[in-house]
Every structure is written in structure tokens, then in C-alpha cells.
């Protein structure tokens, strides 16, 4: 073999090397456990946005981000899944956001992606020359001590309501949370049977401001819960007596704790009054049932109606006889108190010789605490 053959077999022998034509050098394809973020897709609007992203396993993710550059980030997380998609906002338009990924395991793994940027729709709104206009303002949901407010506006708006006893209103809701067309606030805190005025500020994207019409609405009377004044028992025998509301709007829970002398009283069974099934009332439980005590407690429920996933009211309005109780008169005493449990702090304890919690309680479609006042009444044995 010459020279110029030596020289040509090398060239090839170092090229096959190189390819790693000999075999495996133990690198491979990385291993299917490890951790990868894939297929992030970002899903802008005019003023918001939603990140969407996938993952090897089942991960919590972290999303950071912020205005871009220079200005300090959020953190949103999402929960553990294999798709993951967080929802930003509310955005400013036709700005630039960075954000950034992380993705971890229980078992500690963890993977982040590199910063990355979008950016939010123009928004033509703001070329908008006319103020926004009011559709359908109204109130709903009233009961005695809140009141819930929808509207609708042409424009996207954010807006305030302005309220009171009189046209000078005096309280101010802000509901500036995000710029849309359908629009609701709870106001709370209401005096109970009073005339109220309010007022409605709608400005839309381009700074243009409308105000709607005095609207005038009446919060309901203060409800009461109630039980009999008096029950005559002709010695010891059973008897009925009913618990019972009255004046209530849009009530959708109560919890109701009678006290009775449990040696006088026995209470031997409950029904469901005839008020509280024309009302759509779906549960009426015995929670607390302690005959040692004279401890007796009634939960009920109603169903709650919702207008575009806003609560607006209950079925539950007017009043009559949530529970009829029945009873037996035992013992020689010559009378029982029948008493609700109505101090006003639920924190602290209800009856002075009683270490739990009160538990009697009226709740509005929101979930409110209602204040009520209570009518209690006395179980009187005679002689056959």
C-alpha cells in the first residue's frame, strides 16, 4: 500500500470515528421521567389574556408575570394537572407582558421556561367619542339589610354606585374590578324597612362618563323567628307548637336553637311546616338533639335563583311555619320557657350554663348574615 493509500484510509477511518459508526457512546434519548414544559400557547384580548401549557406529568405550575420591562411581577398558580391554563387579568390594551413559567412534582422536580413575552390587543375603544349609555338597571334580591344592583351597559364600563337615604346618596360601591357590559354589586349594610336612592357612574375605555337615573327601592321589615306565646297542656300529654318566620325576603338559610326545661319537656319529633314546603325548602335537619340539656336545633335551606350566575333571590318570602315540634309534657314542673337561642355574637356562648357556640343564624342569598328579632314563648301545664 502506497502512500497516498495510507493517507485516504485515515481520512476515512477518523470520519467513521467521528459519526460514531462504532457504536453507542451511552448517550441516548433522554429519560421519559424527566420533567418537560410543552405546547405554551398564549391567548390574548384587549385586556386580558390566558396562558395555556402542558406538561410531561402531573405538576402544580407558577406563572410570573408583569408588565414588560422593568415592572415588578405577579404569581398565579394553577392546579396539579397535565394541562394547565391561567387566566390574567384585568390587562391593559396593546401593551407588552412578559411571564414565565415553573413547573414542579410532588416528588420535588422542577422545570421553568425561559422568559418569554405577549402582547394585549389594541382595544377600539378607546377611539370611542359618545358616552356609554345604561340598559336595564334595576334591583333585586331585597331583603333588610342588602340589596343586589344589575346593569348593563353599551360600552365595556367599570362604574360606582352612589347611595343612600336621600338623593344626596352619601355611600359609595366601587365596581371598577374589570371594564364589561353586564355588571352587578351586592350592597350590604342596609337599614332595614327605609327608602334608598342610588346613582350609577359608568365610564368606558376612552374616559367617557354617563350617570343613570335616581333609583329609588325600600329594604324589607326585620324578620322575625317566632314560636307560640303560650301552649296550654292539660297534664302530661303530647302537644304540638309551631317555629315559625315571619317578614323575611329571600332567605335561603336558618339555623334555629330552641331551649326548653327538660323536666317539664320532652321533644319527641319534628315535621316540616306547610310554609316551608310551598317555598322550596329542600332540607330541615335535627343538627343538635340534647334532651339532657332542653338543647333542640332545627337547619333548614332554600333553593337560591341565579340570573347570568348572579344570586338574586330565594323562594323563601313572607312567612309561616318553618317546623311543626311535637312534644310531651312530663314531670310535676308547671312550666317550660321556650326560648331561642338569639344572642347576636356567634363567638360567644349561647345559653349562660351552655359551653358551645350559638348556632341560630338567618342567611341571605348571598350568604349574608341577616338580623332578625326573635318572639319566645312558654309551655304552661293545668290540671286535667
Known amino acids: 500500500m502506497n502512500d497516498r493509500m495510507l493517507a485516504l484510509f485515515g481520512i476515512v477511518l477518523v470520519l467513521v470515528t467521528s459519526c460514531g459508526i462504532s457504536g453507542d457512546s451511552g448517550g441516548g434519548n433522554p429519560s421519559k421521567t424527566e420533567l418537560e414544559i410543552r405546547d405554551v400557547r398564549v391567548e390574548p384580548t384587549d385586556s386580558s389574556a390566558v396562558v395555556r401549557w402542558r406538561t410531561s406529568m402531573e405538576t402544580v405550575g407558577t406563572l410570573s408575570y408583569g408588565r414588560a420591562p422593568g415592572f415588578p411581577g405577579r404569581n398565579l398558580s394553577s392546579s396539579a394537572s397535565g394541562d394547565h391554563a391561567v387566566s390574567l387579568g384585568p390587562l391593559d390594551p396593546d401593551t407588552p407582558y412578559w411571564y414565565q413559567i415553573t413547573a414542579a412534582t410532588p416528588l420535588g422536580a422542577r422545570a421553568t421556561t425561559q422568559p418569554d413575552t405577549f402582547r394585549t390587543h389594541a382595544s377600539y375603544d378607546l377611539d370611542d367619542t359618545t358616552p356609554p349609555q345604561f340598559r336595564d338597571l334595576r334591583v333585586v334580591g331585597l331583603t333588610s339589610s342588602s340589596a343586589t344592583v344589575l346593569w348593563a351597559t353599551d360600552d365595556k364600563t367599570i362604574g360606582d354606585i352612589a347611595y343612600g337615604l336621600t338623593d344626596a346618596y352619601g355611600l359609595v360601591f366601587e365596581d371598577r374590578a374589570s371594564y364589561s357590559r353586564s355588571h352587578s354589586a351586592a350592597l350590604t349594610g342596609l337599614t332595614y324597612d327605609q327608602d334608598y336612592h342610588l346613582r350609577v357612574l359608568a365610564t368606558n375605555r376612552a374616559g367617557l362618563s354617563a350617570y343613570s337615573d335616581d333609583v329609588v327601592f325600600h329594604t324589607a ?68 338533639d340534647d334532651p339532657e340539656r332542653g338543647i333542640f336545633q332545627l337547619d333548614a335551606s332554600w333553593n337560591v335563583r341565579f340570573e347570568n350566575g348572579v344570586a338574586v333571590g330565594t323562594f323563601a318570602n313572607g312567612g309561616g311555619d318553618v317546623a311543626v315540634i311535637r312534644a310531651r309534657a312530663i314531670g310535676q314542673g308547671a312550666r317550660s320557657f321556650l326560648t331561642i337561642d338569639n344572642l347576636v355574637d356567634p363567638g360567644e356562648p349561647g345559653n349562660p350554663e351552655d359551653d358551645r357556640p350559638l348556632y341560630t343564624r338567618l342567611l341571605d342569598h348571598n350568604r349574608d348574615d341577616l338580623r332578625y328579632s326573635v318572639r319566645n314563648g312558654v309551655v304552661v301545664k293545668t290540671s286535667k
Open 221 to 288: 321589615p326585620l324578620p322575625t323567628i317566632a314560636v307560640p306565646d303560650t301552649v296550654w297542656v292539660a297534664g302530661n300529654v303530647d302537644f304540638q307548637f309551631a317555629v315559625s318566620v315571619r317578614d323575611v325576603s329571600n332567605l335561603a338559610a336558618m339555623s334555629v336553637r330552641l331551649l326548653y326545661h327538660p323536666d317539664v319537656v320532652q321533644i319527641v319529633s319534628h315535621t316540616k311546616g306547610d310554609w316551608f314546603q310551598a317555598t322550596q325548602g329542600h332540607l330541615l335537619l335535627v343538627e343538635t
